[in-house]
């Protein structure tokens, strides 16, 4: 019975937002995505001292230069 009722209470919670995804078919899983990979580019560059160089490689990335061929780093 407990997980049922945690299950109430979570739907209660978003109700809104399952609502109107229903209404509307919209979610924002491409900006959840894209900040996913956003979040592991941070986690593996172990910070970057360049901001342009970042930004780059959250446009390669999220595919947003799309011209720029990707070449896999030997470790």
Do not use: C
């Amino acid at each position: 019975l407990k997980p049922f009722i945690k299950l109430a209470r979570r739907l209660n919670r978003w109700k809104d937002g399952l609502l109107e995804y229903f209404k509307n078919k919209i979610s924002n899983g491409i900006s959840e995505g894209i900040n996913n990979k956003i979040k592991v580019i941070k986690r593996r560059s172990y910070g970057f001292y360049d901001m342009n160089y970042f930004f780059l490689k959250i446009l390669m990335a999220t595919g947003f230069l799309p011209h720029i061929r990707k070449i896999k780093m030997q470790p």
